[in-house]
């Protein structure tokens, strides 16, 4: 018996199981000399269905390289990491198309993860036509729906997101009123 059993006796195979996880980045350091920087040394956690963990530690401490690890976005050194039992290891082509899908990080700063050339409207139907194949005409009826849910109006879906320039940000967050 291992603790993740001690931690779950129902559940038999948690959602998520990341064991021994290492992630180093080579660097080139000073002078040309190259060195090895481990970003992520021994982390173990267990996710079940329905449950929410808090990784917590001081800037640099590997947080998001954790998440990044976990989407396959950065190869891992050592350790494992499953989904729903499966290692993903070996997961490559579709099927890693399929997981990503089911499998998101959501970026706290919105200023460096949103297109600014795009609008809100393509930017949520993007992941809605590629991860789960709507029509445009489905995901623009799902946006709309998005968009009433969070009580922003319609004419919000062509909206283009504010650039970074803190100018521009001020800007939007007051004409934000407008849209009431
Ligand atoms: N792509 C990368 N190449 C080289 N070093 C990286 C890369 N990503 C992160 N690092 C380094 O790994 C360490 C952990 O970074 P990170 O996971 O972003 O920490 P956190 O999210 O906890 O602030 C830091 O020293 C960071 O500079
Ligand atoms: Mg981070």
Request: glycine share 12%; no cysteine; hydrophobic share 35%.
């Amino acid at each position: 018996m291992n603790s993740a059993d001690a931690v779950n006796p129902g559940d038999a195979v948690p959602l998520l199981d990341v064991r021994d996880l290492r992630v180093s980045f080579g660097s080139r350091g000073h002078f040309g000399r190259g060195g090895v920087l481990r970003a992520v040394n021994d982390v173990s956690l267990q996710i079940a269905a329905g449950e929410t963990l808090g990784l917590v530690g001081e800037s640099g401490s590997g947080k998001s390289t954790t998440g990044n690890a976990i989407l396959k976005l950065v190869p891992i050194e050592s350790g494992s990491i499953s989904v729903e039992g499966q290692d993903i290891a070996n997961v490559r082509g579709k099927a890693l198309r399929h997981l990503r899908g089911r499998m998101q990080m959501v970026f706290q700063d919105p200023y460096s993860s949103l297109d600014p050339s795009a609008t809100v409207g393509s930017s949520i139907a993007e992941p809605l036509r590629v991860h789960q194949r709507m029509s445009g005409r489905k995901s623009a009826e799902r946006v709309a729906e998005l968009l009433e849910l969070v009580g922003l109006p319609p004419r919000a879906t062509r909206a283009v997101t504010p650039t970074s320039s803190p100018a521009a940000s001020a800007s939007a967050s007051r004409s934000r009123g407008h849209w009431r």
